[in-house]
Structures are given as structure tokens and as C-alpha cells.
């Protein structure tokens, strides 16, 4: 059985619908306070998710989906409103989002097309909150199959060799232009540089059970220590490899007979499963950063 | 891999820590209303989860959690107050409850332990919340597995001849004295008079995964259909036999080389833990009802 | 978690690997009749898996996977000779196939595309052992998407007044040329006279967890019931709807806050690789049809 | 989800059942040399399972199950035979058992009692095909619980100081009368000559999904991590600590709300069922070591 995971904002309508994300310390009133300013301001609320890191003193976080008519124009003015009124008071970080913006994604594969093809699939269902704005590749092979979905996509040859000027390219097109990268099976290293010129977050699926077997080959370490279960990590990228904050996991059952190409096998199915959830997720304003550690809400 | 359910409020501090369960029509500035409530009560929020049957137009319901200093003492004028300036306004049903007094459970047995040694178990270990009163069966035979416990046990013998007196009985016994009636296996049809005098909810444990195999001897259909999974499911009780609002439910794998007593065996395991969960889950006021359905919060 | 399944024989080398099913009733000498049989052909054993129904008197299931240098050649006379020297000896059911030969299989789809494209996705990356030969749908929508896979898409129009002609155009394309037909989320009934003419074996992906939620609207039955799981059934096709042999299914955690489309999009998921593991087996011989259920080895 | 596993051949009349393992080079004509000697031995194989870890010139591996009438009388005679006509000539190892002698098992705790009871409980309800001849533990605190099960329960003492003098004690009371030790959450560290002398071999459960989180306080570990899954493992005993050949292993799925404690409550669920599988398993004779793995038929 597979974990279902939350039920989508994207079959509902979208216009008119807020999120409002936000984290600061914790201390009596806070939601007292949010919700006040949001009746205030003409918004109901439709869902509200909060967690705090202790039951006193730690950190608040909370998301809020709201339906206030007019909110496109409004928008601007409400987030001020709100900095001045509620955050600047709290010392709160926040971020103020409208459904009708899916988040522009950049996706960045090799030569496995698994995670690639169910990303671009999903979102053509309607299942996915994003609008999928360039694949970039360092290898030509799965041109025919992107082109199809009416996406771009960019050829970028990358090897060690040539690693700066790689970064360059990928930085000239994605900076800027892109909400989110999503490292889909993608077999290239990217430097401290890179992400910290980016600008904005990157989500990898990394084919183990993190943080068991890190690193390169999992699957054929998985079938040495002789396992029982094999998983897939979605994560977001920081400078130490497989050490990103978790954003999901899933596992598959295995056994003596699967070779390490079965594990490789049916590890794909769980891949695709979790990189698509992290993604939703994320494009849905569900994930809050904490130090090493993710709220999904 | 079964799914964990919910973090335990067992674990936590329980001095001064309130639930208040509601729903009304859902309606703009309840979240606002209940909160500033609260916050002018002197009372923090620790959790708040709220579920609205649709966009706009629905009902609306909410579990807060709160941490309040003096709330046994503050209690009953709390719960005037909240009837007064917030319930009576929106036309609300809600229940004010505190976290340091559990449920008075009553469970009722025939001859299958698991489900009733495992509850007895989980409680002194302290993961359930509630404080088992007695157990009543109609077998003598699991007195000296219940009785180490320190739960008084009680023999009410029960077939169809002498429903009426068996029930007359167990309702003496009963009711007013418990807050939840738990048939963890419990072989005895439950006639309408029993259900409309007992004066608390009941939740009981059907061995299959209803709606599948309804009534009589699932495990042996399951056989015969030659399902690929078995399973659990936990509900309240009501007039019509498993068709009560469901609580809880899972599954486990089987094949074609179990026999009947193997799903049986199999199907043990996950009922114990479906039962164990939904208990759980409405001792720490989580479920509300709703038609025939439950919100778990 | 998923249960992953078999190991796939689909990365082994299948030159002169065979498959020996078969069925008889059991008695002693059956293991050492055949394996003696194969040892003296001069086939290696490579796997061997059997069941029996009933500890004495009961059927006898026997899949082995041998090695036999110039099996291509020799099949032929092996299958009479076993006919002849085991099989008319225990009244067996047996069947003999090569790996080196995948099974022809015809998908029919309708609109919806997930299981469809799934099992393209999957015999493109060679998880499954078959070649599809044709795809025929009664709608022209997913021409587009199969046709880059190679495959033939046949647009054969389909509803109750041209029931019988388009029968009839189906049979004429799919009989002597296909040994499977695979049900892709059609939403066609097939009449008695299709299922008798057809001449192979029909798979069908059912979207609930039979004998849960039969016949149509599985997913809003399912939202109206308030189950905490929806699922999906693979199924040999019979002439009673949603009754044949259950070949697979699998099932997802739901809860309040999924509404009908939510289910149908996370039940999708669940479809697509359950119908997959389903058409995976049939085609690699694990598959013992016994009465209504199967044996799957 | 949970797999449930094997159907349990403790739910079949043992009398003269037998099981044969074994292991050997792989070459041609093994299944036919051991299914006719069985045969000619007047034994019906009812199940067979055999395993090549490559499909030629790898280790072979078969469990077979039979009924022969007089097994009891016959099993020394049979042993020779076997070994002088079939062993002997393929170099095996094997190993004849009779179903109706139960495995004589010493289950080792500490203070923790969930892994401990669950043993027993199944072991008393016919789940478990095992005798369990004594319980020691290096605390007090379980007597009472173990005693009502009619198991002796011996309190041996150990801490670093007095490691080597606790060791011969357990020792004297183990070794000769046990065919198996479980180590049901004992909290000490066994040395090199305890693992040396003791005779038989030991089932540990781990508290996390090894390679994860091996060592102490894996769920403290697991929750800095913020991992989303936490898991157990059972796995023979070995001199490298949390190294030996995974038996077993399972997960249960968690989240950013549950602290050090919930997964400490939520993974003992998973300790039990996964070292009660475990346990299960050796005792059917279905756990075939390999190097460092297993093999479970």
C-alpha cells in the first residue's frame, strides 16, 4: 500500500484562492491574530494546517488557504497590509501566494526517463501544480519523448571537464526564469556554486532509503547488505550531497531472488511515486524548511 | 508498512491541556471567532485542525488543543462563556474536554484475546488514553489474562435465548459508568434497544475490509473469492450490522498458499492494531462524526 | 510500500530457457517424474515452484524455468515426448513456452490514458515481456500518444447500438493474432459471444478492491462509504462482470479531505501498477488459473 | 500495509511431516536426484522450494517438504541413506527435521516487554511453532509478566563490570538445552566467546532499517534526520554489531508531528511484528544463510 498523501488544490477552482505561509517564534495569539486579519480583509478560510517545534518556546509555522474575492488585484496591498499589521509585530517570515500561479519549473534529467516522463505526464493530467517551463539534459536521447508534452528541450553537455562552463549555461537559462528545479535522475554533480547562484530551491530524488546508502550504486549496495526493502528519497538539494532536508521517502519490498537490475526495476516505480509527490507538495506551498528537517503540510 | 496514524498527546504534559471539538455550518470568521475566544480566555493554542465539507456552504468542523493554567477550576465557566459569546451565535455542537481525565472504557470480549490483550497491554503502557473499568464477556475464559491487568473481569453469559436478560444486565453495569464501549471481538448481536439505551458511542472491530464481506465468516469468503489482501476495519456501531461510520482500516498481503487459518492468523495482527488505532484516536477526541462518515483529525 | 513482485525473468538472457507449466491432480511421484523427465532431456533446472491445494487429494501446480541448449529447435519433439512419457501417464494440463518468444498482446483503451500509457512506458523500458501488437480504442483521443511507441492505434467505434458490428470488427483484428487482450480502463462491456469467439485470455483492471464497490462509480461509492482506503483489482475476464479470477490488487490510504477526484487520481496510480504487475505475470507463465481464484508462482 | 508472509505450517497436522534443507553447487539433475530419492522413499513432497544465486555455477539451495507415514522411526535411517546416496555425491550440507519437534527457543530481555510479550502471546495462541524454555533477563521487572505464560523466568545480572561472569552464567543455562536465543530488545553487548561457545545461533531485532541508523538511539538519530519512515530489523547475531544477515525487515510511515517518543511507540509496533516473522520463520526452517544474507523460502 502507498501512502495517498494529501488531496490536490488543483481539482478545485483556483481563482481567488490564497496561501499564506509563514514561521516565527512561538507565543500565545498567533492564530488569533492571523485569522482576525484575515476576516478583516474580506477572506474565509478554507483549510488551516499549524505545527509548533515544542509545546512552548519553539517555532510556529503555519499555512493557510483562504477565498477572498478580488484577491489578484488585492494582492499587493493585503501583503503589505499584513507585514505591517501582523508579521513586522511577530517577527515573522511569510509568503503570500496565489493558486492561480503554478510555480515554473525547470526539470534536468540524464538518460533515464522514468522520473522525467511521469513528471511530464502527471502535469499534463492536471495533477501537478506547475507549469513545466524547460527540460534541460546532458544527454540528446530523450528529445522525442519531452517535445511531445510541449515543452522545451535544452541539450547541455556536461562532464567533468567542462563543469564550469556547463554551470554557466544552465545558470544563464534557468536564473530568473524558473521557480524550481527538479533533478530528475539527474547524473551530474552541481557545485556550491551553482546553488548558490541559482536562486531558487532544488529538489533531487536520490534511489535509496536515505540515509542508508548515500552515494553512488545504491541498489548494489542495498543487494549486498542483503535488505529487504529498497526506497527512494525526494530531498532538497544543499552542498552536502544526500544530506538535504527529506521532503518524502517510500519503500518497495524485495527479496533473495531480485537481482540488482530488479531492484533497479522496481525501485523506479517507487522513484517516480515519491519525486512526484515532493513536487506537488512543493508547488502546493505544503513544505517548511527547518534546519535539516521538512513540515509538510 | 502500516501507516503510524497520529502523534500520541500520551506522551505530553496533560495538566491544563483542553480539547474543544465542534461543527456548525460552515460560514466566514469562525476560525477568527473561536481563536480570539481563546486567546481571550488566556488560553494558547498548541494545535488546531479544521475540515470544511465544501468550499463554500458546508459544514465545518475543528479540534483545538490548548494549553490554559487553572482549566480544571476554569472548566464549566469556560464552557458557559464559549456557549454564550461564540456557540450560540453560529449555531454550534461542541465538547469541552480536558487531556488529565481519560475515558471510562468498558470492553467487550467473547474467546479471541488479540484484540482485547493488546488494548490491555498498549494501556499500561501508557500509549492509549483512556482507564479500562471492566471487561465483560460472555466466556469465562480469558478471566486470568485480564484479571493481571488490575481490571476487574465479568462473566455475563449471552446466546439467543436469554438476549434480553444478558442485555439488561450489561446495561446495569454500564451505563453511566463509561464513556466508550469497545467489542474487540465481541460475538453477540447488539439489539436496537441495547444501542438506544447505552448513552455512549461504541466502536467495534469487523474482520475484513467492509465494504467487502459483510456479516458471517469473512476470512472463509475472502478464501473463496481468492482475494490478494485481507483486512481490518474499525467503526461505530449502529442499527445496521458493519455499516457503521468507519474509523480505521488496513490490509495485509496474502496468496493462494494460505489457508483460511492463515488469513485468520494474518488478519489478527491487523486487527489488533486497526482497533488499538481507532480507540486511540477517539479517546484523544480526534474523530467526529459526520453522516456516515468520520473526519479524523 | 508496495509489494514488488517476482523477480523479473525479462533481464535474464532468454535464449533456451523454457517455461513447463502444469495441472493434475497430486499424488505421489510427481516432482521426480518431471525432473527426471527434464534431467534426461537434458534441461538444468533453473527455477521451480509448486502448489498443491490440499495436503492429500488436491490439485498439483507446477511452474519450472529450465535451461536446455537447442531448445528452439528441440521443442517440438520435448513437448511430445513429454506428453507421451508424463503427461498422459497423471492426466496432465501442461504447457510449453519459450522465453525467447514474449506473448503478442492487444491493449484496449478508452479515453482515460494512465493504464495504457504505463504499460507502453514499461515494455519500452523492456519490464515486460510481451510485444504489443496492436492498440484499439473506441475513441480516436489517445492516437497521438500511442503512436510514437511504434504500435499500431486502431479507432474502432464502440457503443450499445453497434455493439454487435464493432464486435465483430474487434474480433476480426484481434483472433490468431494476439495471445492476450488487455483491458486498459475499457469502458466497454464485451458480450458472452466476444468472450467465446476471442480465443485467449482477456486481463482486466477494475478500480476498487473487489468484491468491494462492483459495477460503476467504484470511486464515488467509495467517497459515499468513507473507506480509509480505495484500491484497484486485476482480473481474468469471465462472463460475470467484476466475478473472474483475481490475478492482483492493491490498495491507497485515503481520508476526509480526499474528495471523489482526489480518489480517482490517487486510485489511478494504483491501477496502473497493479494492471501492470498483472499483464507482467500472465506474460512470463506465473499465472495458474483454479477454478475462480489463481495461483500466481 | 503489512506483508504477511508465509502461511504457517503450524496450522497443519505435524505427524509425520519432515523437512529436508539444504545447500550445494549448482548443477544439473539436483531437484531430480532429491526428488527420486525421496520418492523411492515412500515420501510425498507437498512443498518445494529451491534457490540458484546465479543461473549457472551458482550455490543452489532447496527447502522441500514431505509426509512420509513413520517418519519418527525411519528419520535416522533416512538421514544415513540420504547422506550416503545423494549428499555424499553433491557435496551438501543438509539438514532433515521433523515438524513435530518444535525448536526448543531462550528468548533474552531487558526491561522493555513489547517484543517479549508479543513472543509469548502468539507462541500461546499455536502462532509461533517454538517451545520456549526459558526467558533470562538482565533486570527483575518482567518476572510477573513472564511467569502466568508458564515459562521460567531467570534473572541473570549483567552490567560491563561483571560481563564475563554474567556470560558463563548464561552460558551454563543455554548451551546443550537450546536450539535458538532471541534477543527480545537486550540491551547488552554479547562478546566474541559468548557468540563462540553458545552453540546455536541468535535472532536480534534492531530498532531502525539497517544500514540506517545502526548503533544506539536510532530513533533519537532518525528524528534529527528527519526521516519519514522509521523501521526494524531482525537479523542473525554476528561479531560486527548490527552486521549480520537481515532476516527481516519492515517500516511504519511518520512525520514531522511525532517526537522521539512517538517513534519510539510507533516502531516498537513494527519491532514486534518484524521479529515475530523472524522468529516464525527460523523455527519452520524457511532461513537459509548465504554469506551475509538469507535466503527465506
Known amino acids: 500500500m502507498t501512502t495517498g498523501g494529501f488531496p490536490s488544490t488543483t481539482s478545485l477552482p483556483v481563482k481567488d484562492i490564497g496561501r499564506?505561509?509563514?514561521?516565527?517564534?512561538?507565543?500565545?495569539?498567533?492564530?488569533?491574530?492571523?485569522?482576525?486579519?484575515?476576516?478583516?480583509?474580506?477572506?474565509?478560510?478554507?483549510?488551516?494546517?499549524?505545527?509548533?517545534?515544542?509545546?512552548t518556546g519553539g517555532t510556529f509555522m503555519q499555512r493557510t488557504i483562504f477565498h477572498m474575492p478580488g484577491l489578484s488585484a488585492a494582492r499587493d496591498e493585503m501583503e503589505r497590509a499584513f507585514s505591517d499589521r501582523v508579521a513586522g509585530k511577530f517577527g515573522m517570515d511569510f509568503q503570500l501566494t496565489e493558486a492561480a500561479k503554478p510555480k515554473r519549473v525547470a526539470i534536468l534529467a540524464s538518460r533515464e526517463d522514468h522520473c522525467l516522463l511521469d513528471l511530464l505526464w502527471r502535469n499534463r493530467r492536471g495533477e501537478l501544480d506547475m507549469s513545466v517551463v524547460m527540460v534541460i539534459s546532458n544527454h540528446p536521447d530523450l528529445a522525442d519523448q519531452v517535445r511531445p508534452f510541449g515543452v522545451p528541450f535544452l541539450h547541455v553537455p556536461a562532464h567533468k571537464d567542462i563543469r564550469a562552463e556547463a554551470e554557466t549555461r544552465k545558470l544563464e537559462l534557468l536564473r530568473g526564469n524558473v521557480d524550481l528545479v527538479v533533478l530528475a535522475r539527474y547524473m551530474q554533480v552541481l557545485t556550491p556554486r551553482f546553488l548558490g547562484e541559482i536562486g531558487c530551491?532544488?529538489?533531487?530524488?536520490?534511489?535509496?532509503?536515505?540515509?542508508?546508502?548515500?552515494?553512488?550504486?545504491?541498489?548494489?549496495?542495498?543487494?549486498?547488505?542483503?535488505?529487504?526493502?529498497?526506497?527512494?528519497?525526494?530531498?532538497?538539494?544543499?552542498?552536502?550531497?544526500?544530506?538535504?532536508?527529506?521532503?518524502?521517502?517510500?519503500?518497495?519490498?524485495?527479496?533473495?531472488?531480485?537481482?540488482v537490475?530488479?531492484?533497479?526495476?522496481?525501485?523506479?516505480?517507487?522513484?517516480?511515486?515519491?519525486?512526484?509527490?515532493?513536487?506537488?507538495?512543493?508547488?502546493?506551498?505544503?513544505?517548511?524548511?527547518?534546519?535539516n528537517q521538512t513540515i509538510v503540510f
Not at 237 to 246: C, F, K, S
Not at 261 to 289: I, P, T, Y
Request: proline share 4%; hydrophobic share 40%.
Open 201 to 259: 530551491p532544488l529538489i533531487n530524488i536520490h534511489h535509496s532509503f536515505l540515509p542508508a546508502f548515500v552515494g553512488e550504486a545504491p541498489y548494489r549496495k542495498a543487494k549486498e547488505r542483503g535488505v529487504k526493502l529498497v526506497g527512494a528519497t525526494a530531498h532538497y538539494v544543499t552542498e552536502e550531497l544526500d544530506e538535504g532536508p527529506i521532503i518524502e521517502q517510500d519503500v518497495v519490498r524485495v527479496d533473495h531472488r531480485h537481482g
Open 261 to 291: 537490475d530488479d531492484l533497479r526495476r522496481l525501485g523506479a516505480d517507487v522513484e517516480r511515486v515519491v519525486l512526484s509527490r515532493a513536487v506537488l507538495w512543493h508547488c502546493e506551498d505544503r513544505v517548511v524548511r527547518h534546519g
Open 20 to 55: 499564506l505561509l509563514l514561521r516565527c517564534d512561538d507565543r500565545p495569539g498567533l492564530v488569533a491574530s492571523i485569522s482576525s486579519f484575515l476576516s478583516e480583509a474580506g477572506a474565509n478560510i478554507i483549510s488551516l494546517d499549524q505545527h509548533s517545534t515544542a509545546q
